[in-house]
């Protein structure tokens, strides 16, 4: 089944380390990719977004992903995670005017 | 800013009960979705609607219904509500741009979790 995969379930981190969350679909053609956030008790916002040119997008926060073709993924990262960077992270494909969202990556940041 | 509103935070109902969860958003969006967000399954989508008294179902749409008389309400029913109905709903919206209806971002509201005793 065509789908959206986060493998990383839960990532625990101290503040300063780099971080990579991964992501990859199934879907083939066109696809618009985004990354968004869900801070504990907010709802959920866009970190970025991906629909045509550089492959390396850059969002809120620091945070950047880099979409490579193919390796169906769309990666996220960000050089030195800070507490506050505690959150669910989701990954998700616009395919056929709807948004496939992955299970998504509990990350936790230490101090 | 966008906003997108849902009537409750915190919901308790009883098994059987028809369950309303209402939906506002206040940018004059064309586009309204119904997710249901659950432990190790992501959001899933149970219904959205591309227009007012259009609806199109979603992944999950056994067991709701959905209603979209004004443009900037869409509202989510739990027929009789169930167990298996417990979860944390969220409402979103978006733009229609061009031709699609999902272009650019979707706006959430802050979730209602429902349980279902």
């Known amino acids: 089944a065509q789908s959206v995969s986060q493998h990383n379930h839960h990532v625990i981190l101290s503040e300063a380390a780099s971080l990579e969350l991964g992501c990859n679909y199934s879907?083939?053609?066109?696809?618009?990719l985004f990354w968004y956030v869900q801070y504990p008790g907010q709802h959920l916002q866009l970190l970025l977004k991906?629909?045509?040119?550089?492959?390396l997008v850059k969002g809120i926060k620091g945070f950047e992903a880099e979409f490579i073709k193919s390796k169906f993924s769309f990666n996220l990262r960000k050089p030195s995670v800070q507490w506050s960077d505690t959150a669910e992270y989701f990954c998700a494909v616009n395919k056929d005017d709807k948004l496939i969202f992955g299970t998504g990556t509990r990350l936790q940041v230490f101090p | 800013d966008v906003k997108v509103t849902q009537s409750s935070r915190y919901l308790v109902k009883r098994t059987g009960e028809k369950v309303f969860l209402e939906c506002v958003q206040d940018?004059?969006?064309?586009?309204m979705f119904w997710y249901r967000q659950d432990p190790g399954l992501g959001l899933r989508l149970i219904y959205f609607s591309y227009d007012v008294k259009m609806k199109e179902k979603g992944d999950i749409p056994e067991g709701y219904s959905v209603s979209r008389e004004k443009k900037e309400r869409f509202s989510l029913i739990l027929e009789s509500a169930s167990t298996n109905q417990t979860s944390m709903y969220l409402c979103a919206s978006s733009l229609t741009i061009g031709t699609s209806i999902v272009s650019y971002e979707q706006y959430f509201g802050p979730g209602t979790r429902l349980t279902v005793t």
């Open positions: 940018m004059d969006h064309e586009n």
């Open positions: 879907y083939g053609g066109t696809v618009n």
């Open positions: 991906y629909f045509s040119g550089d492959p």
